[in-house]
């Protein structure tokens, strides 16, 4: 899917719900790309889920640049599009579009960033170096600092309105979609029905244009509690450890590895002679 399709993919006018889901390795693009989904985040998430960090915030640019590269790897018909790391793109413009340019020459099809209206400036000099921008309004975790927490947003009706502000805001610079995660299913329809572009919820309520969860909620392979709006859909960690425990119960009682799980040598010509 590009970014044509993904932004003319509105509900309200017939499109199929959108479905994104976060990767961050070639097996996992590779299987939610054999899902038939049709987004894959390259998501700062990485931080929590896959480098073991408390937030965001200590995800690099590094980081974010080698794991767009193994979901590259898995060559998904899928769009990839990956996160801009705090805090590539409050520090200007120019260090904005260097990062950019430094996910999509690792196989991004465009990046998303958080934060509305005061980002204007970056999102503007993203699209001009004409790479496609996803925005992120609501709960942003990049401003958890500035939050004091994870906590659901946008609950006061002023505050719905300056998310809704903000929500235009970036439909106007030329945001192709926005995420929308952590408001009140009413915000979520409303700002919803307010834009062009489609939005994607993560607890954001059931009437946005299309739904995002994280790769390792899904599956039931994250450490930390479930958040409220997580479907799991498996218990992929409960199946690992049993399959690692098998292995070594078999190591330890000496049943692995079998004479078909081992090699023989070549017969030598006088061996092979008697
Ligand atoms: O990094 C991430 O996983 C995200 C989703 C929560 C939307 O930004």
Redesign the pocket.
């Known amino acids: 899917m590009n970014t044509q399709e993904i932004r003319s993919s509105k509900r309200a006018s017939g499109a199929r719900p959108l479905v994104m889901i976060?990767a961050y390795d070639v097996a996992g693009a590779h299987f939610a790309d054999q899902a038939g989904v049709d987004i894959l985040?390259v998501?700062?998430?990485l931080a929590n889920v896959v480098l073991g960090h408390r937030d965001?915030l200590h995800v690099t640019l590094d980081d974010m640049v080698r794991h767009v590269g193994a979901v590259s790897a898995a060559s998904p018909k899928a769009h990839v599009v990956a996160?801009l790391p705090w805090p590539t793109y409050h520090e200007g413009p120019d260090a904005a579009v260097r990062a950019a340019v430094a996910l999509v020459r690792a196989g991004a099809q465009s990046v998303?960033l958080e934060g509305g209206a005061k980002r204007a400036e970056v999102v503007s000099a993203i699209l001009d170096a004409e790479i496609p921008v996803m925005g992120?309004l609501g709960l942003t975790p990049q401003s958890v600092l500035a939050m004091g927490g994870y906590r659901v947003q946008a609950r006061s009706p002023e505050a719905a309105q300056l998310l809704l502000d903000d929500a235009h805001a970036l439909q106007e610079l030329g945001a192709y979609s926005l995420?929308l995660?952590g408001v009140p299913s009413s915000v979520g329809a409303q700002v919803t029905a307010a834009l062009e572009i489609p939005t994607i919820g993560?607890g954001a309520g059931p009437d946005t244009d299309g739904q995002?969860l994280?790769f390792h909620d899904v599956l039931g392979l994250s450490l930390a509690t479930p958040a409220k709006f997580v479907r799991r859909y498996a218990d992929l960690g409960a199946i690992m450890t049993d399959a690692v425990a098998r292995f070594a119960d078999d190591v330890r009682s000496g049943s692995f590895p079998a004479p078909e799980e081992s090699y023989g040598a070549l017969s030598t010509p006088s061996s092979s002679a008697q």
């Open positions: 976060t985040l998501g700062d998430s965001t996160d998303k992120h995420v995660e993560i995002v994280v």
